[in-house]
């Protein structure tokens, strides 16, 4: 069993309550390529019935990140709750992104790999320093659809000349249908 492994063969049918401390060898060993670098605290609470186990998990800490913009090395806080659905089978399957089917005979459930993109899927695309942030608000391009010519599009009038304008080459055009 890992260190972010739960034996579930002796547990009873109940509530059960797990803590696991997160550092920099747990992403040295579950994927360094987003994150590499962090402290986080983990509370798992597994709710273990008789066909199925339910987790939920709280993950809380600062992840170190590198800015986008200036290179410099900023901690981001991460905040976030989870649940799975454990649920048994004949083979190992991810269902969703909250049920997962576990074989029967599965002893240990290692949770590792699932805390590693619980707290990857935290960190933003862009990633900027927060002296930064106010910049980031103002940023309101991004998304938006400039139009260079044509008018408005949503009055459904045109800046372009008239149909009648047309070259008398492209009239031809309209026959072919």
């Known amino acids: 069993m890992g260190a972010y492994g739960i034996n579930i063969v002796g547990l009873s049918n109940k509530e059960h309550q797990f803590e696991f401390e997160i550092g920099d ?44 913009r200036s290179l410099e090395p900023f901690d981001y806080p991460i905040e976030n709750v989870h649940k799975v659905m454990f649920k048994y089978g004949d083979a190992d399957e991810e269902i969703t992104d909250e049920i997962m089917i576990i074989h029967r005979d599965t002893a240990t459930l290692e949770l590792g790999q699932l805390m590693y993109e619980f707290i990857s899927l935290a960190v933003p695309l862009k990633k900027l320093h927060p002296k930064f942030q106010d910049e980031a608000d103002d940023d309101d391009s991004e998304g938006k659809i400039v139009y260079s010519s044509g ?27």
């Open 25 to 68: 060898a747990f992403f040295r060993k579950y994927g360094s390529d987003l994150l590499s670098e962090g402290t986080f605290h983990a509370d798992v609470l597994l709710f273990k019935h008789e066909t199925f186990l339910e987790a939920e998990f709280k993950i809380k800490g600062i992840a170190k990140l590198v800015c986008d």
């Open 151 to 177: 008018g408005d599009p949503e009055d459904g009038k045109s800046n372009d000349k008239d149909d009648d304008d047309i070259d008398p080459r492209w009239n031809i055009l309209k026959n072919l249908q």
